[in-house]
């Protein structure tokens, strides 16, 4: 079964937790991207990765972190530097210079 | 001047009527232009991908692209009421980046 899976599905945070939202894909995909989505608002770019080992910050990069140690993985970890953390967020992966798909979203809740 | 530009609607259009969207961009280098539809609380899915000027048609799906206008639209035929949702329209440019538009609700009344 094909596809690119996110968990949790739901999270909660305290205030000056870190937090690691999973982004996996099965589909041989070299590009990973980090979306995210307040509501009523379109996606925004956190960090996108085009090969293993190598990452690229966004439009609001501040306040989180990712990594890129193999090609079917790339978590994002939310630190405690991010002020304003509740939102969607979106993994997504292409193969190369082309269409984007899209993991089903982590909801992140700050307590 | 946002880089890819929707009007957010609502749009209502009456079931089985054509529903149309509008997509502006700003960066003339753009290459390729997608249609994501996203339903309340899930994630976006593709709709359709155009690359060159002109029409696209897939099953009710049309899109249209005109690179000199820097614009791309997508109709949708004898819209149902399950077509309701938001319409996200994405522009890539010369690199892996990807720019979407804050998206366009679209509501098909029964």
């Known amino acids: 079964d094909g596809g690119i899976t996110q968990s949790p599905k739901y999270l909660f945070r305290k205030e000056g937790q870190n937090v690691t939202l999973s982004c996996e894909q099965n589909?041989?995909?070299?590009?990973m991207y980090w979306y995210r989505q307040d509501p009523g608002q379109g996606l925004r770019l956190i960090y996108y990765s085009q090969i293993v080992n190598d990452f690229q910050k966004g439009d609001i990069a501040e306040g989180y972190s990712v990594s890129r140690e193999k090609k079917e993985s790339f978590p994002l970890t939310v630190t405690s530097a991010q002020k304003n953390p509740t939102a969607f967020y979106l993994c997504?992966?292409?193969?190369?210079?082309?269409?984007?798909?899209f993991g089903p979203g982590t909801r992140l809740t700050v307590l | 001047q946002k880089e890819v530009e929707q009007n957010s609607g609502p749009l209502s259009v009456p079931e089985g009527a054509i529903a149309s969207l509008n997509c502006t961009y700003s960066d003339r280098v753009s290459q390729s232009f997608f249609w994501y539809r996203q339903y309340s609380g899930k994630s976006p899915e593709l709709i359709m991908s155009?690359?060159?000027?002109g029409d696209k048609e897939d099953g009710r799906f049309t899109a249209q692209l005109n690179k000199a206008s820097q614009y791309v639209s997508l109709l949708i035929r004898d819209s149902q009421p399950s077509d309701s949702a938001t319409y996200l329209c994405a522009v890539r440019g010369g690199t892996y980046k990807y720019i979407f538009g804050t998206g366009t609700r679209l509501k098909v009344l029964a």
């Open positions: 997504a992966s292409s193969p190369g210079r082309d269409t984007q798909y």
């Open positions: 589909l041989n995909h070299d590009a």
């Open positions: 155009i690359y060159s000027n």
